[in-house]
């Protein structure tokens, strides 16, 4: 279902665009038809209405004769706005009771409060982003890595978007081709090889794998990994968390059973973040039952995480006990790595018996010794390549979904040209892979699938 992109979108919004709190400046956005007026009439020390578009005016905005700030007013003609609609922004002093006055003084002389993601809605209702590019607007506003800044840039940039025009544009001269038969069919005419036909299939075909491929990486890079520090009380893992933040974050004692709850921190190895979780330790029988509940939250964290650290002291085990642990871990299906800890009290010779176990690092936690080699590994381990290329990362699970189905669709259309059925029946499958195109797009869907999609932006925005 298309929707109406003109309907309903008469009003004039406020919206206040920076965080709460008080800080030097606030920003302060209006968009509508009304947006010059509404200014002009709290604004007397320009006339907005014969100002350049893109241009910041300095004056006091009043109530009547009561001065509420002294600020600057960036001015957006529509259409070369965000919105596509007269903007304008307020740079105001950052006082609540300065930001809640203006506000209260906009909506008296004919603002409405805009909603979650309004102005960004508004945006693509007026043809300025596509809803790929939306939705990276607010990944970019989330983002809180070099990497995830990167791919949201990529796709505002109209990234993701040309690659999904050009798998639409494909199938649309496919479609066009085949229905330019059906016209002519009482004729016999062919005007298409359905071998180049099959060729220009596998090409799309292998374009939306590398897309649906793209998403366990986009994953990555959105929420970050889950990395779990599991192991046999005293082994070390408070000391490996501390070496890894490089900073005193969890307590360390040589007290076993010193970790009673899991402490979770963030760690950034080349613009990806890791969320690292100190679980208390694991052992077999506990009389303590504060210390068996932490067992217990432990081993919860461990099958939720995305990679397991086993830690072990290599002083106290033997290769064998470890390996039975790896082959536990494995047949959880669980992304591990063993990492034999406090090695610094034994010889090359004493440490190569563990050889045989695989993954494995040797480290001392308490030496730092090894840590740098860690950080690598949990990296290689989640990244495959270069995370900064030029390629489309896919990151959101509704584009996914919709990839997904487009990949069923595209082997319906493959089948049917392999079974060589009516040019009817398979203008009917490409239509529905242009439907699932049209769902990443926006270009297919209603205002109830808007509201939730952009309710889950900030105010402002």
């Given at each position: 279902?298309?929707?109406?992109k003109?309907?309903?979108?008469?009003?004039?919004?406020?919206?206040?665009?920076?965080?709460?709190?008080?800080?030097?400046?606030?920003?302060?956005?209006?968009?509508?038809?009304?947006?010059?007026?509404?200014?002009?009439?709290?604004?007397?020390?320009?006339?907005?209405?014969?100002?350049?578009?893109?241009?910041?005016?300095?004056?006091?905005?009043?109530?009547?004769?009561?001065?509420?700030?002294?600020?600057?007013?960036?001015?957006?003609?529509?259409?070369?706005?965000?919105t596509?609609?007269?903007?304008?922004?307020?740079?105001?002093?950052?006082?609540?009771?300065?930001?809640?006055?203006?506000?209260?003084?906009?909506?008296?002389?004919?603002?409405?409060?805009?909603?979650?993601?309004?102005?960004?809605?508004?945006?693509?209702?007026?043809g300025?982003?596509?809803?790929?590019?939306?939705?990276?607007?607010?990944?970019?506003?989330?983002?809180?890595?070099?990497?995830?800044?990167?791919?949201?840039?990529?796709?505002?940039?109209g990234?993701?978007?040309?690659?999904?025009?050009?798998?639409?544009?494909?199938?649309?001269?496919?479609?066009?081709?085949?229905?330019?038969?059906?016209?002519?069919?009482?004729?016999?005419?062919?005007?298409v090889?359905r071998?180049s036909?099959?060729?220009?299939?596998?090409?799309?075909?292998?374009?939306?794998?590398?897309?649906?491929?793209?998403?366990?990486?986009?994953?990555?890079?959105?929420n970050?990994?889950?990395?779990?520090?599991?192991?046999?009380?005293?082994?070390?893992?408070?000391?490996?968390?501390?070496?890894?933040?490089n900073e005193?974050?969890?307590?360390?004692?040589?007290?076993?059973?010193?970790?009673?709850?899991?402490?979770?921190?963030?760690?950034?190895?080349?613009?990806?973040?890791?969320?690292?979780?100190?679980?208390?330790?694991?052992?077999?029988?506990s009389?303590?039952?504060?210390?068996?509940?932490?067992?217990?939250?432990?081993?919860?964290?461990?099958?939720?995480?995305?990679?397991?650290?086993?830690?072990?002291?290599?002083?106290?085990?033997?290769?064998?006990?470890?390996?039975?642990?790896?082959?536990?871990?494995?047949?959880?299906?669980?992304?591990?790595?063993?990492?034999?800890?406090?090695?610094?009290?034994?010889?090359?010779?004493?440490?190569?018996?563990?050889?045989?176990?695989?993954?494995?690092?040797?480290?001392?936690?308490?030496?730092?010794?090894?840590?740098?080699?860690?950080?690598q590994?949990?990296?290689?381990?989640?990244?495959?390549?270069?995370?900064?290329?030029?390629?489309?990362?896919?990151?959101?699970?509704?584009?996914?979904?919709?990839?997904?189905?487009?990949?069923?669709?595209?082997?319906?259309?493959?089948?049917g040209?392999?079974?060589?059925?009516?040019?009817?029946?398979?203008?009917?499958?490409?239509?529905?892979?242009?439907?699932?195109?049209?769902?990443?797009?926006?270009?297919?869907?209603?205002?109830?699938?808007?509201?939730?999609?952009?309710?889950?932006?900030?105010?402002?925005?």
């Amino acid at each position: 279902m298309m929707i109406n992109k003109l309907s309903g979108w008469l009003d004039t919004i406020v919206a206040i665009a920076t965080p709460p709190g008080v800080g030097a400046i606030a920003v302060i956005r209006v968009s509508g038809s009304e947006s010059l007026a509404i200014l002009n009439a709290v604004f007397p020390s320009k006339n907005l209405f014969i100002q350049p578009s893109h241009t910041i005016h300095y004056g006091f905005i009043k109530d009547g004769t009561i001065l509420i700030d002294e600020v600057l007013l960036s001015i957006f003609k529509n259409p070369t706005s965000y919105t596509g609609e007269d903007i304008v922004e307020i740079s105001c002093h950052g006082s609540p009771l300065i930001q809640q006055q203006l506000i209260n003084l906009l909506i008296s002389k004919g603002c409405r409060l805009a909603k979650a993601g309004e102005f960004t809605q508004r945006a693509f209702l007026n043809g300025k982003l596509d809803l790929t590019q939306a939705e990276a607007v607010a990944d970019l506003i989330a983002s809180n890595s070099d990497a995830s800044k990167t791919t949201a840039l990529k796709n505002i940039r109209g990234g993701f978007k040309s690659d999904v025009a050009y798998l639409r544009d494909s199938l649309i001269r496919f479609s066009a081709l085949i229905e330019l038969e059906l016209d002519f069919a009482t004729e016999d005419v062919e005007f298409v090889d359905r071998s180049s036909l099959k060729a220009l299939l596998d090409n799309l075909i292998t374009i939306n794998q590398q897309l649906l491929h793209s998403f366990k990486l986009g994953n990555v890079i959105k929420n970050g990994v889950q990395v779990a520090i599991i192991g046999k009380p005293n082994a070390g893992k408070s000391t490996l968390l501390n070496a890894l933040l490089n900073e005193d974050r969890a307590i360390v004692s040589e007290i076993a059973g010193t970790t009673r709850d899991t402490i979770e921190e963030v760690l950034n190895i080349n613009g990806v973040l890791f969320r690292l979780i100190d679980t208390a330790g694991i052992r077999s029988h506990s009389i303590d039952s504060i210390e068996n509940l932490g067992i217990k939250r432990s081993l919860d964290k461990m099958r939720d995480a995305d990679i397991v650290i086993y830690l072990f002291d290599i002083n106290d085990m033997l290769p064998d006990d470890v390996e039975l642990i790896a082959k536990d871990l494995a047949k959880q299906s669980i992304k591990y790595v063993l990492v034999a800890n406090k090695a610094d009290t034994l010889d090359a010779t004493q440490i190569a018996q563990f050889d045989v176990l695989h993954p494995l690092l040797v480290i001392s936690a308490n030496k730092l010794k090894g840590i740098e080699q860690l950080k690598q590994t949990l990296y290689t381990m989640v990244i495959e390549g270069d995370i900064n290329t030029e390629a489309t990362i896919v990151t959101n699970v509704r584009h996914y979904d919709a990839l997904l189905q487009l990949s069923t669709s595209l082997e319906d259309v493959t089948n049917g040209l392999n079974n060589n059925i009516s040019g009817d029946l398979l203008s009917l499958d490409i239509r529905q892979c242009l439907h699932y195109l049209g769902l990443i797009t926006g270009e297919v869907t209603n205002e109830d699938q808007l509201d939730f999609i952009f309710s889950k932006f900030c105010i402002g925005k």
